[in-house]
């Protein structure tokens, strides 16, 4: 398995030259912000992203909000999950980084000793957005997005094949999706148990009303108070 897209013609290779290529050709200032945004900016970007959620679905309330959190706690637990999972896998592909047996990569991050395959920040990213895709639809595909950008980074900076990030996205949406429904029956009744407490129920949903958003009426028709001060002064 160590000689896996090591030698012949591979679109693997091909593939992982073409867009490394990039990065001969960028400015340098520019390659200093992928390696930033690869190797740390988007692994933050997620962890905003899933506050950003929370936030929202506890401003929103309704009767969905505690399964909603519950599926917010598990995303970051799964991406853990799916990093254990890959120990083993690494170990036994056993396959070296691309610099490693490559020649003329340029390569934007020096250390890195351990093997290729599967990239540890395409498992976790999409392992966190595929979870926020659980709680929330439209932050989900957001997350989404920004996993794909995570692995065509490590790609971008020469550290991983485009293989090593897909099979990152493979195994964080594998962890997160078949694992879900268990730990939904375990973390939901948690976040319901929470929900009804005095003050940490705050954490799950907001004590204020729901307010009517002035966007869900359908322009030119009248609202029921409009309707009945028009009766009282008739």
């Not at 090591?6 to 390696?35: C, Q, T």
């Not at 997620?46 to 401003?59: D, E, I, K, N, Q």
């Not at 395409?122 to 929330?136: E, W």
Request: aromatic letters at 8%; a neutral charge.
């Amino acid at each position: 398995m160590a000689g896996l897209a090591e030698s012949g013609s591979n679109p693997d290779v091909d593939l992982l030259y073409d867009i490394n290529g990039l990065a001969k050709d960028a400015p340098h200032w520019f390659d200093r912000g992928m390696e930033y945004v690869g190797e740390y900016g988007l692994l933050i970007a997620m962890v905003l992203l899933v506050l950003a959620c929370w936030w929202s679905v506890r401003r929103r309330g309704g009767t969905e909000a505690a399964s909603s959190v519950a599926a917010l706690i598990w995303a970051p637990l799964a991406a853990g999950l799916a990093v254990l999972v890959n120990i083993p896998i690494r170990g036994f592909v056993e396959r070296p980084r691309p610099f490693r047996t490559h020649e003329g990569l340029d390569v934007l991050v020096a250390g890195k000793t351990d093997y290729s395959f599967v990239s540890d920040h395409a498992t976790i990213t999409m392992a966190i957005g595929v979870g926020l895709f659980v709680a929330h639809r439209k932050f989900g595909l957001i997350g989404i997005g920004l996993a794909l950008l995570e692995g065509f980074c490590r790609v971008y900076m020469g550290v991983h094949y485009p293989t090593d990030v897909i099979g990152g996205f493979a195994l964080g949406t594998a962890v997160t999706l078949l694992l879900s429904p268990l730990a939904m029956a375990l973390l939901t009744p948690v976040t319901q148990a929470v929900e009804r407490a005095p003050r940490a129920g705050r954490l799950i949903r907001s004590r204020r009303r729901p307010r009517i958003e002035r966007d869900a009426l359908i322009p030119g028709t009248r609202t029921e108070a409009g309707v009945e001060d028009r009766d009282l002064a008739a």
